[in-house]
C-alpha cells in the first residue's frame, strides 16, 4: 500500500484525475459484488464477476448436487468474509496497472549531461 502512495505523489492532478476515473471504470464495486454474494453466491456470481470464473463454475456444478450444495453453502459463508479483500485487492491491483501505463506513457526527458 505505501507502494502506492509513493507512486501517487510523483502523478500530477490530470494524472490523478484520471487514475481515479480508470480504476472506477475497471475496478469493482463493492456493493455489487456483497448483492452478487448475497442473491447469487450459491451459484457463484459474485465469483464470475470478480473474473473468478474457474471457482464460480465449481460453485455452480456443486451447488446442483444435493452435498454440493452443502460444501457451497459453507463456501458462501467464508466469502462473506472474504469478499472485502478481494475486491480490494483486484482494485489495487487494477490501480497498478494504470499507474504504470501513465508512467510509461510519459515523455522522455533529456538524459543525463544534455542541457
Not at 510523483?10 to 456493493?31: I, S
Not at 459474485?46 to 456444478?61: D, E
Request: a neutral charge; proline letters at 3%.
Amino acid at each position: 500500500m505505501h507502494y502506492n502512495i509513493g507512486m501517487k505523489s510523483q502523478l500530477d492532478t490530470r494524472e490523478l484525475l484520471l487514475l481515479e476515473q480508470e480504476v472506477k471504470d475497471r475496478g469493482k464495486n463493492m456493493v455489487i459484488a456483497y448483492v452478487l454474494w448475497y442473491f447469487l453466491g450459491m451459484f457463484g456470481g459474485h465469483r464470475f464477476y470478480m473474473g473468478r470464473t474457474g471457482s464460480a463454475v465449481a460453485q455452480l456444478i456443486l451447488t446442483l448436487t444435493m452435498i454440493g450444495a452443502i460444501v457451497t453453502f459453507i463456501w458462501w459463508i467464508v466469502d462473506a468474509f472474504t469478499l472485502h479483500t478481494s475486491v480490494k485487492e483486484y482494485n489495487h491491483e487494477v490501480e497498478n496497472q494504470v499507474m504504470h501505463a501513465l508512467f510509461m506513457s510519459r515523455p522522455m526527458g533529456p538524459g543525463p549531461g544534455v542541457f
